[in-house]
Nanobody, 115 residues
Framework: QVQLVESGGGLVQPGGSLRLSCAAS????????VDWYRQPPGKQREFVAG???????NYADSVKGRFTISRDDAKSTVYLQMNSLKPEDTAVYYC?????????WGQGTRVTVSS
């Protein structure tokens, strides 16, 4: 079965960096688009970044120029490099795929940006 496992979250000061990882299994990783979403405290889940199977990327306006999504098909892993972090980036971050009409989500990894 499809499994997505996020890691790399934690507490970081404003202006700092973190790299999140999403390790996938149970399907042909290289064939699918992968997204990162986040859910800030008390708010709706929102799109952060996406990467196609061919490596094309897109980003939410709020993270453009600060976050970079990438993938390593040999490791079945997608990364989210987050730089210049702001308190408003505080959220639980999830990776997501849509496969054969079904949405799959990981369990999330918490990122807290605070001094």
């Amino acid at each position: 079965q499809v499994q997505l496992v996020e890691s790399g979250g934690g507490l970081v000061q404003p202006g700092g960096s973190l790299r999140l990882s999403c390790a996938a299994s149970g399907y042909i990783f290289s064939a699918y688009h992968v997204d990162w979403y986040r859910q800030p405290p008390g708010k709706q889940r929102e799109f952060v970044a996406g990467i196609t199977h061919g490596g094309s990327t897109n980003y939410a306006d709020s993270v453009k120029g600060r976050f970079t999504i990438s993938r390593d098909d040999a490791k079945s892993t997608v990364y989210l490099q987050m730089n210049s972090l702001k308190p408003e980036d505080t959220a639980v971050y999830y990776c997501h795929i849509l496969r054969l009409g079904t949405d799959y989500w990981g369990q999330g990894t918490r990122v807290t940006v605070s001094s």
